[in-house]
């Protein structure tokens, strides 16, 4: 798996750092970016096997960016994290394609079985 790269979108650093920690101990390459904007400016021509994404950034939000992302040809698998998990959020990630999503704080084993589906789905 270590030919894989995750890239992490989340404008809290700490949740950034930690979740770099976790997909490094997992033998994968970690990619960080402040908000969907620094992604689409700096990371979106670089590799990217799943993208770990929260939901509540600004301006842009993580599920605005799934949608231009989808639109745009861009397939990677969605996890995303959010400590806003209001059940009409999960319906219009689960419709615009998202793999899963995940309540902050982030149980680290059940990012880590996610991000193995991901990196494995075909």
């Keep these: ?9 989340d404008d809290e650093l700490s949740v950034r750092q930690s979740t770099e920690a976790l997909i490094r101990s997992m033998g994968l390459r970690a990619r960080m970016y402040e908000s969907a904007e620094d992604f689409l400016l700096r990371g979106i021509g670089e590799p990217c096997d799943c993208v770990v994404c929260d939901i509540r950034m600004g301006p ?16 990677a698998p969605f996890i995303f994290v959010t400590a806003h998990a209001a059940p009409s959020v999960l319906m219009e990630a689960a419709r615009k ?23 494995q789905a075909p």
């Design 1 to 9: 798996m270590g030919d894989k790269t995750v890239c992490v979108i």
């Design 97 to 119: 394609g998202a793999l899963c999503v995940l309540e902050k704080p982030i149980d680290p084993e059940e990012l880590a079985s996610w991000l193995i589906r991901a990196i």
């Design 60 to 75: 842009m939000s993580g599920l605005a960016l799934l949608a231009y992302l989808r639109r745009t040809g861009h397939l």
